[in-house]
């Protein structure tokens, strides 16, 4: 069964970092591109970032661009997101999220974890 | 950037009733590199629909999606009680930054 969990999450002050995880299982994790994707509690879908099957590519939406990094250990079937900078805007649930395509550009979303919480507050 | 405009906002109807949401682009969605997610209280969305028409693996045939261009409809023919949610469309391909409707709430009336 396929299946990503994330971790990471948690309380962080306005301009600090944090390092949110996603471990993949079920399925051939480099034979994919994966993604992370935001929801502010209660509100609407974002897409943050994408990086490629082999992490030569890598996307980011403009609202995270040059804080945000993304990237992936296929060896430990692993994807992550570092993100610097953060700004009490970001606050939201974050999900990683597998696509049919091995590209770092936006796809329809086959599957998702359960997501990790940020919160950026003082 | 494309815009996704979702109506109704929220959708009050009984199990067993027809369902049918709306996603208006504001510019042509390329080779209907459209999808739809369903998203229940406490819970990751879910795929439901994928390139405006096709069916995600497992999600039963009363889920229906159509529509081309700029005006796409995602149609449930008789709701049972767990597809009482919020539902979300999502245009992707090319240059596009994946962006998605606000979405629709579907509740029990």
């Known amino acids: 069964e396929m299946q990503l969990v994330e971790s990471g999450g948690g309380l962080v002050q306005p301009g600090r970092s944090l390092r949110l995880s996603c471990a993949a299982s079920?399925?051939?994790?480099?034979?994919?591109?994966m993604h992370w994707v935001r929801q502010v509690p209660g509100k609407g879908l974002e897409w943050v970032s994408g990086?490629?099957?082999?992490?030569?590519?890598?996307a980011y939406a403009d609202s995270v661009k040059g804080r945000f990094t993304i990237s992936r250990d296929n060896a430990k079937n692993s994807l992550f997101l570092q993100m610097n900078s953060l700004r009490p805007e970001d606050t939201a649930f974050y999900y990683c999220?597998?696509?049919?395509?091995?590209?770092?550009?936006?796809?329809?979303?086959?599957?998702w974890g359960q997501g990790t919480l940020v919160t950026v507050s003082s | 950037e494309i815009v996704l405009t979702q109506s109704p906002g929220t959708l009050s109807l009984s199990p067993g009733e027809r369902a049918t949401l709306s996603c208006r682009a504001s510019?042509?969605?390329?080779?209907?590199?459209l999808a739809w997610y369903h998203q229940k209280p406490g819970q990751a969305p879910r795929l439901l629909i994928y390139?405006?028409?096709s069916r995600a693996t497992g999600i039963p045939d009363r889920f229906s999606g159509s529509g081309s261009g700029t005006d796409f409809t995602l149609t449930i023919t008789r709701l049972e009680p767990e597809d009482f949610a919020v539902y979300y469309c999502?245009?992707?391909?090319?240059?596009?930054?994946?962006?998605f409707g606000q979405g629709t709430k579907v509740e029990i009336k």
């Open positions: 079920g399925f051939t994790f480099d034979d994919y591109a």
């Open positions: 390139g405006a028409s």
């Open positions: 999502q245009q992707y391909g090319g240059s596009s930054t994946g962006t």
């Open positions: 510019q042509s969605v390329a080779s209907s590199s």
């Open positions: 999220a597998k696509v049919p395509s091995r590209l770092e550009v936006p796809y329809y979303f086959d599957s």
């Open positions: 990086i490629a099957y082999n992490s030569r590519s890598m």
